[in-house]
């Protein structure tokens, strides 16, 4: 049921946002020049990362620099994107696990529609694959400058070509003064975490930039031991010539953490602070094989990331006012998982057997009401490489700018799986298997078991071009195309017998295309509308999923098609974006378990977008960031009319903060209120998942220019939200708990 309070928090945000800009906009129509915040360059969505200002965009983008980034104090980097609109995220499964939804496109989970990319380039052209999404190789730190958020707009046509949400991470860059950063954190769920960062110049027009961290936790749910621990290390060099610059960055990671599952919603006991694994399950034998071989593995290995993202750019500007841009990037690194997944509901002791039930670790002896599950051991072991190159050339003439680029991208992934492994243990933190239940000891497990070897590669290979024309006053139409062809070579043992179970060659080619236009208004503001049509290519796992489909014919390929109607205001005081979007997803599919059929569907979804901010002089300031969509699966075997599975119709995030003088010190106190509509569980829409409201709350003192404190509270009041509900048995009443409270404590020096 929708609450009252949160109906009301919404209405008030929308209702502030509008008047606030009513306000400064009278005001600014006096003002003889915009501000440094009309300047302010995206490079998303444009050829080559070329760049256009903001005001000038002709779609939707939100820019969150490092001062947000530092009082949003994100968990993840999933966690971060909830500061752009039209995005909903699950990041309740941890620091390397969440599902990401955009602009109500479907999916089952992961991040099937988002481009993460660093410095410009996609740090893995497939945006999800079975057991990864984007945001499990990617760490925030305080390297970071800046992040976009593109939705929809040009998408289609430029870069990788993925339609959603492309995210743009930006690098700190070195200057001609040396510069460097320390900062320790704590927290109350014992984290320590170091990050350094050192930058500068080494030699004329060469500037560097170094830093990373170490980290280690028992994690914001206390698996009894240190089950978050990583390191990440950057590089960023920049070389600076007289028409242009090269950029070279590295960024080597190893970070893993526990990977928060779906608990029982019915068990007393078990909320947010819950977590399955423990000292008493951690290690755990599996078999796995038509030889049923038996091998240990250590599950507090959770979700992370081993390995590398590196690459940089040649920007250059040539003669007769040509311009070259050329982004490339290499990812080659390991991200397995290891997890206690449940399967099916709570259950007893008494209800599964009558026989004796001890721990098969303690010993202990539980009686006939012992709350218990089937927990699986799942095992993925995945090995990973992509190398991107972007290249694009751009001319301007007297009143158009014409660009043309090539994209190509390698992907591969190598995957060994054994998933299932089923059995009962105690639902209690940290619970332990139990002996004396027949199938606890039997090679099958309780359960359903699916193991595989599989190797995938991919080859895409896209030309594309746009054109902007300037021969209106005031007025900016752009188009653009584009031609992709993607093939695909995968093969998969299913069973671990050494036997090709199923094999692929798939060579498929697809053309998209966008159309904008962008009315200058005023110096600062203006309105935009878009138009635009895109493919998402099917990777190795759409394949596996979805083969009945594919031998019966489907090409897997899910059509994006997306409408954009946008007004956006910029001054000094005030930033404020307000979207109107419209899409439809045709070939959309969902598989609930391996083997199991998949279903087919279209999704036509509908929406509002508000992004603000508003900085008042007195110190006050105001960010406003909402969400109210419609979804509606119009085409399916079983679920037409539904709504889409796992998306709020609304959403609201509004942080407040007030800058204030004490003496000589400089103070900041902020609040950030979440507010989330009901969703449902499942496409079927037979399950509801409750809306909740969150709070968030923080201070930084700076005593001196140099040294900075920081006090983050994030989920103040302890609400006991449910993101999710368990996506393999919808009905089984199983879900994920928002993260519990947890304060961190910082303290940062700073040399400049």
Not at 280 to 302: H, K, P
Not at 505 to 534: E, H, I, P
Request: charged letters at 20%.
């Amino acid at each position: 049921m929708k609450t009252g309070f949160s109906k009301c928090v919404l209405a008030s945000a929308v209702a502030l946002a509008f008047a606030g800009q009513s306000a400064v906009a009278q005001e600014a129509n006096n003002t003889p020049s915009a501000g440094d915040d009309t300047e302010i360059i995206v490079v998303s969505g444009t050829p080559g990362g070329a760049g256009i200002r903001k005001i000038d965009a002709s779609f939707a983008v939100t820019n969150i620099d490092a001062s947000d980034i530092e009082k949003l104090a994100p968990k993840s980097t999933a966690d971060l994107f909830k500061a752009i609109p039209g995005v909903w995220v699950e990041s309740s499964g941890g620091e390397s696990g969440a599902n990401i939804f955009v602009r109500g496109f479907p999916g089952g989970g992961d991040a099937p529609f988002l481009t993460l990319s660093l410095q410009g380039s996609p740090v893995y052209p497939a945006p999800t694959l079975s057991f990864l999404e984007n945001t499990q190789i990617f760490r925030i730190d305080e390297t970071i400058e800046m992040v976009e958020g593109l939705r929809g707009g040009p998408n289609p046509v430029v870069s990788n070509g993925q339609p959603g949400l492309t995210t743009n991470f930006r690098l700190k860059r070195g200057g001609e003064s040396t510069e460097a950063l320390a900062k320790y954190t704590v927290s109350d769920y014992g984290l320590n975490r170091v990050d350094l960062v050192l930058s500068g110049a080494l030699d004329d027009d060469l500037y560097y930039m170094i830093g990373g961290y170490l980290k280690s936790s028992p994690g914001i749910r206390d698996a009894g031991f240190r089950s978050e621990q990583g390191n990440q290390f950057t590089i960023n060099l920049t070389k600076v010539f007289d028409n242009g610059e090269l950029n070279l960055y590295t960024r080597q990671t190893d970070d893993r953490g526990t990977w928060y599952l779906p608990t029982p919603l019915n068990v007393a006991g078990i909320d947010a602070g819950y977590t399955q694994i423990g000292p008493l399950n951690r290690q755990a034998t599996i078999t796995y094989g038509a030889d049923n071989t038996q091998e240990s593995f250590d599950f507090a290995n959770g979700r992370g990331w081993d390995g590398h993202v590196s690459g940089g750019s040649l920007k250059l500007d040539l003669a007769d006012g040509w311009r070259l841009v050329d982004r490339f990037s290499i990812t080659d690194g390991n991200a397995n998982t290891f997890g206690l997944v449940p399967n099916g509901s709570a259950t007893t002791v008494g209800e599964v057997t009558d026989a004796a039930v001890t721990g098969a670790v303690t010993g202990e002896t539980y009686g006939s009401n012992t709350p218990i599950q089937q927990i699986g051991r799942w095992v993925v072991l995945k090995d990973i490489f992509a190398f991107t190159n972007d290249v694009a050339v751009s001319k301007s003439f007297d009143n158009v700018d014409t660009a043309f680029g090539l994209y190509t991208a390698t992907t591969e992934a190598k995957d060994w799986w054994s998933l299932g492994n089923h059995a009962y243990h105690v639902l209690q933190p940290g619970g332990e298997m139990l002996a004396g239940i027949e199938c606890n000891t039997s090679d099958e497990g309780c359960g359903w078991n699916y193991d595989i070897n599989s190797a995938g590669d991919a080859q895409t290979t896209a030309f594309y071009g746009t054109l902007s024309y300037y021969g209106i006053e005031d007025l900016i139409i752009d188009a653009g195309i584009r031609r992709e062809q993607h093939e695909v070579n995968y093969s998969v043992d299913e069973g671990l017998d050494g036997i090709v179970t199923k094999a692929v060659t798939y060579d498929q080619s697809k053309t998209s295309w966008t159309f904008g236009a962008n009315y200058a208004l005023d110096d600062f503001s203006g309105v935009f509308v878009r138009m635009n049509r895109g493919y998402k290519m099917p990777y190795f796992d759409d394949f596996r999923d979805n083969w009945g489909a594919y031998t019966g014919g489907e090409q897997l390929i899910k059509e994006v098609t997306q409408g954009e109607v946008g007004y956006k205001y910029m001054n000094d005081e005030l930033q404020f974006f307000a979207t109107l979007f419209a899409n439809r997803v045709k070939g959309d599919t969902f598989v609930r378990q391996p083997g199991a059929p998949a279903e087919i569907l279209t999704n036509e979804a509908m929406g509002v977008e508000l992004d603000g901010n508003y900085d008042h002089d007195s110190g006050f300031s105001l960010n406003l960031n909402a969400t109210v969509q419609d979804t509606e699966i119009t085409a399916s075997a079983a679920n037409e009319g539904n709504e889409a599975q796992r998306q709020p119709g609304w959403q609201v995030r509004m942080t407040p903060s007030y800058e204030f003088e004490v003496g000589e010190m400089y103070a900041n106190v902020y609040a950030t209120l979440t507010a989330v509509d009901d969703r449902f569980g499942n496409n079927e829409n037979t399950v509801v998942l409750p809306g909740y409201e969150k709070v968030d709350f923080g201070v930084m003192v700076e005593p001196t220019d140099r040294l900075k404190l920081q006090l983050a509270v994030d989920n103040l009041t302890d609400e006991q939200g449910i993101t999710e509900g368990d996506p393999r048995n919808a009905d089984a009443p199983n879900g994920r708990y928002i993260l519990p409270r947890s304060v961190k404590f910082s303290i940062s020096y700073a040399l400049y």
